[in-house]
């Protein structure tokens, strides 16, 4: 089934429902949205997608983007409880895009204030969405509980409730380690051989086992892609053409400098320390069919022959859309 990406500034999903709730995409890339686990399709950048609800509907909203899953059991959330006009951020185990809820009236004694977290310092946010909720009272909830009585929370642009508010996806460190996968296989985990922590020790697939080993940072985009607890050691393909300089969030700019030679197919991948000049060969982009790309060339990170078997160390190889020796999931 194709995919459905929405490119008009609104779009109108249903119709003859009483709750009206804008979606705003203000992430880096288009994202795909989900109502309830059900698909609503692909939004595209600074774009709307208009949902009406019942009145008393209770749900979340949410996508998948930056290594949140379909299913909705990771990633952030903007939930609401029309009964009683309740409204919440639910951060489950991976804050993968800020999220910004604002009402269609301005706040007042409490009432229909801003939710808001777009970092992982944000305290007002749920680590999983509540199951029940306090009856309606004239004091106002306490946050991450926010309410807004006699009113449609919504999205306008002026005051938006949006996925990636400040513009950009939140900066993985200030996000959970999180294990990758090799084409969804849960069981099997990017892994640095034995934990050796040291220049050139092989990255391998093996057994999960929930070891420091295993648990990295990463973001959509452009991304170094690190060891949590060692941050300082990246995964290196050992190659590759341009000089990085940073310029803003966490994206990469390339420029022509010296020539350290092109990666090629079977090249293997080890861990190396961060250099402050920045390694092309650490730079990697995370792309929406979810490959691992090395920037600024056609190599993919790879599982060789697809296997998974403990030990074998990954490489890189020519990127091929449906690949699945190439596909990662967080």
């Not at 003859?16 to 692909?42: E, H, T, W, Y």
């Not at 004694?109 to 749920?126: I, L, P, R, S």
């Not at 390339?254 to 080890?270: A, E, H, I, Q």
């Amino acid at each position: 089934m194709r995919s459905l990406l929405f490119t008009t500034s609104s779009l109108l999903i249903t119709t003859s429902l009483a709750r009206v709730i804008n979606v705003f995409n203000n992430c880096p890339q288009n994202v795909n949205i989900f109502v309830d686990g059900k698909s609503q399709g692909k939004l595209a950048v600074r774009t709307t997608l208009k949902l009406n609800q019942a009145k008393d509907w209770a749900g979340s909203i949410y996508t998948d983007a930056n290594g949140a899953s379909a299913d909705g059991l990771t990633g952030t959330k903007a939930g609401f409880y029309g009964k009683d006009d309740y409204y919440y951020i639910a951060d489950e185990k991976r804050l993968n895009t800020g999220v910004r809820i604002t009402p269609s009236l301005a706040p007042s004694n409490g009432f229909c204030e801003v939710a808001m977290c777009d970092n992982k310092a944000c305290n007002a946010v749920y680590h999983q969405p509540p199951t029940t909720f306090p009856p309606p009272s004239t004091t106002p909830p306490t946050p991450p509980l926010y309410r807004c009585p006699g009113t449609d929370v919504g999205y306008t642009p002026q005051r938006t409730t949006r996925f990636c508010p400040s513009g950009v996806f939140p900066p993985p460190r200030n996000s959970p380690p999180v294990t990758i996968h090799p084409n969804g296989n849960k069981s099997k985990c990017l892994d640095v051989r034995g934990g050796v922590v040291a220049n050139g020790t092989a990255v391998q697939v093996y057994d999960c086992n929930g070891s420091k080993a295993q648990q990295w940072l990463i973001s959509a985009g452009y991304t170094l892609i690190s060891l949590f607890d060692s941050p300082a050691f990246n995964v290196d393909a050992g190659s590759g053409k341009y000089l990085l300089v940073w310029t803003t969030g966490y994206r990469f700019s390339n420029r022509p400098s010296f020539t350290l030679g092109y990666p090629k197919n079977g090249d293997k991948v080890t861990i190396k320390t961060f250099s402050e000049v920045g390694l092309p060969s650490q730079a990697w982009y995370y792309t929406e069919d979810k490959r691992i790309q090395l920037d600024g060339t056609g190599q993919c990170l790879d599982f060789p022959n697809g296997s998974t078997a403990n030990g074998k160390q990954v490489q890189t190889w020519d990127c091929t859309s449906g690949n699945k020796n190439q596909i990662w999931t967080f």
